[in-house]
């Protein structure tokens, strides 16, 4: 299992970014597919997350209504799409696939800094 993000980098307040997670090794229309970010100093938190055919997601409080998650099962793929980024938006956001045995799996994460 491979879990790759990509997307990040330094943007201005109130701009946007969309991460991907392009994931191998395993069958990915049959598993949920979740965001998480940890910001400096402080623990991971859960974004958002989508089901395996995409019908429905969740956000945390804090994204709701600015962030949104998407999928596309033939490239193995999901996206986060980040609109109206704050300075407290920025942090290392990691793709997790859904757990569902002893086994966790975690993209080594991308970098989002907000500040002007």
């Known amino acids: 299992v491979q879990l790759v993000e990509s997307g990040g980098g330094l943007v201005q307040p109130g701009g946007s970014l969309r991460l991907s997670c392009k994931a191998s090794?395993?069958?990915?229309?049959?598993?949920?597919m979740s965001w998480y970010r940890q910001a400096p100093g402080k623990e991971r938190e859960f974004v958002a997350d989508i089901s395996n055919f995409g019908f429905t997601t969740n956000y945390a409080d804090s994204v709701q209504g600015r962030f949104t998650i998407t999928r596309d099962n033939a490239e193995n793929t999901v996206y986060l799409q980040l609109n109206g980024l704050r300075p407290e938006d920025t942090a290392v956001y990691y793709c997790?696939?859904?757990?569902?045995?002893?086994?966790?799996?975690w993209g080594k994460g991308t970098l989002i800094t907000v500040s002007s």
């Open positions: 090794g395993f069958t990915f229309s049959s598993y949920a």
């Open positions: 997790r696939r859904a757990r569902t045995g002893p086994m966790d799996y």
